[in-house]
């Protein structure tokens, strides 16, 4: 019997981990379901969105599946999933995106991996609020060490890159790709122009690869060439690794080439502890209207399977989804040409589609 913590999240999150969770049950692996509540219903009841239950669950059952959470924009409280991935260690964030045949898109060859690094970089929560004393202080200080005179009525964002983080993910990205028949990691970055940042990202893929010559093919990109060669050609490219800003736009293209964000799972992984989750958000203007895919959740399920060592069951869980997609009768809105079409069924309906081909 295996423990998991169940994190529902909120927006859509109680809807497809429900539908999820049913279908993950359904592979008939024994698991024991730890729920806690994390986000805006946990803000109201325990006054914190991530109340120390949730850390404590996690830690002892060491994997945890969860909903998207909302982070408010601009205001109240910071990223629940930034904290979580801060304070469990969870460095390295992992994307598979695969082209189901049956999903309606312009590709139909994709099957990249994002590793995107998940500590530090413009993510670390460094932050100067514009119009306080600190900020006027720093400004002051980078006017002094650099000569450059940032405006007074800046807000700003530090984004650090260290060698050590940056080893750790690079790494990561090769061992997957050995470990899963993959060809080839190509790194990416903005090297010619952040220097001391993404240039240190490049020296130590560049580095890292050397142990890995022969083996893995490896070549580096600059991030904005790496969006136009995904666009066009994306059957080229194989894991990706990334710092972690550009892993999180660049995760949003790719899940736009393999039928949009409800198509795509991911997971976050440290030495420790790990949490599955889908890739988009808590998209709140669905919530509760049974409408959206279910098929982020339950691939990440799919990944969580594999997690815990039940390989079997998740290729049976990845099957039944993919059955379903090509068979094309129980899809969602976003498989349809309109999000009004007729044909679209429901969240749930979706769900109790996969269950039965499991
Ligand atoms: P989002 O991913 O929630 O939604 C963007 C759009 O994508 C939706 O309006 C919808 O059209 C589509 N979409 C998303 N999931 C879908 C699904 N399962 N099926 C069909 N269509 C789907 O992104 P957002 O609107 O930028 O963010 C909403 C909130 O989610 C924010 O508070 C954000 O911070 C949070 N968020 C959380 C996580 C997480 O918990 N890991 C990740 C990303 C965003």
């Known amino acids: 019997m295996h423990t998991v913590t169940l994190i529902p999240g909120d927006g859509i999150g109680p809807e497809i981990t429900e539908a999820a969770r049913l279908c993950v049950e359904a592979t008939g692996v024994p698991i024991k379901w730890d729920i806690v509540e994390a986000g805006a219903s946990a803000m109201e009841k325990y006054g914190t969105p991530l109340p120390s239950l949730v850390i404590e669950s996690i830690k002892k059952n060491k994997v945890a599946w969860?909903?998207?959470?909302?982070?408010?924009?601009?205001?109240?409280?910071?990223?629940?999933?930034?904290?979580l991935r801060k304070l469990l260690n969870l460095y390295i964030c992992l994307r598979p995106y695969k082209y189901y045949p049956g999903v309606k898109s312009k590709f139909n060859n994709v099957?990249?991996?994002?590793?995107?690094?998940?500590?530090?970089?413009?993510?670390?929560?460094?932050?100067?609020?514009?119009?306080?004393?600190?900020?006027?202080?720093?400004?002051?200080?980078?006017?002094?060490?650099?000569?450059?005179?940032?405006?007074?009525?800046?807000?700003?964002?530090?984004?650090?890159?260290?060698?050590?983080?940056?080893?750790?993910?690079?790494?990561?990205?090769?061992?997957?790709?050995?470990?899963?028949?993959?060809?080839?990691?190509?790194a990416v970055h903005k090297a010619?122009?952040?220097?001391?940042?993404?240039?240190?990202?490049?020296?130590?893929?560049?580095?890292?690869?050397?142990?890995?010559?022969?083996?893995?093919?490896?070549?580096?990109?600059?991030?904005?060439?790496?969006?136009?060669?995904?666009?066009?050609?994306?059957?080229?490219?194989?894991?990706?690794?990334?710092?972690?800003?550009?892993?999180?736009?660049?995760?949003?293209?790719?899940?736009?080439l393999v039928g949009g964000l409800g198509m795509?799972?991911?997971?976050?992984?440290?030495?420790?502890?790990?949490?599955?989750?889908?890739?988009?958000?808590?998209?709140?203007?669905?919530?509760?209207?049974?409408?959206?895919?279910?098929?982020?959740?339950?691939?990440?399920?799919?990944?969580?399977?594999?997690?815990?060592?039940?390989?079997e069951a998740a290729t049976r869980l990845e099957n039944a989804v993919a059955a379903v997609i090509r068979e094309g009768k129980k899809l969602t809105y976003d498989f349809k040409p309109t999000p009004d079409d007729p044909t679209a069924v429901g969240t749930r309906e979706m769900g109790e589609a996969i269950l039965e081909k499991i």
Request: proline share 4%; aromatic share 8%.
């Open 111 to 186: 099957n990249i991996v994002v590793v995107r690094e998940n500590t530090e970089d413009l993510y670390a929560g460094i932050e100067f609020e514009e119009g306080k004393l600190e900020t006027k202080e720093f400004i002051d200080f980078v006017k002094e060490k650099s000569g450059v005179k940032i405006a007074e009525d800046s807000g700003i964002s530090i984004k650090p890159i260290s060698i050590s983080a940056s080893r750790k993910i690079v790494k990561a990205a090769f061992e997957y790709a050995l470990n899963n028949n993959r060809k080839k990691v190509t």
């Open 66 to 83: 969860k909903g998207p959470i909302t982070t408010p924009v601009g205001k109240g409280f910071r990223s629940v999933n930034v904290k």
């Open 264 to 311: 795509a799972p991911g997971a976050n992984i440290g030495d420790k502890y790990a949490i599955f989750e889908p890739t988009h958000g808590s998209a709140p203007k669905y919530r509760g209207m049974n409408k959206v895919n279910p098929t982020g959740m339950i691939l990440s399920g799919v990944m969580m399977l594999k997690w815990l060592g039940e390989k």
């Open 192 to 256: 010619n122009i952040m220097k001391f940042s993404d240039g240190l990202f490049s020296k130590v893929a560049k580095d890292v690869a050397l142990d890995y010559r022969g083996k893995i093919e490896f070549e580096e990109r600059l991030v904005d060439n790496m969006c136009m060669q995904l666009v066009q050609k994306p059957q080229n490219y194989d894991v990706l690794v990334l710092p972690n800003l550009y892993g999180d736009i660049i995760s949003d293209l790719c899940a736009g």
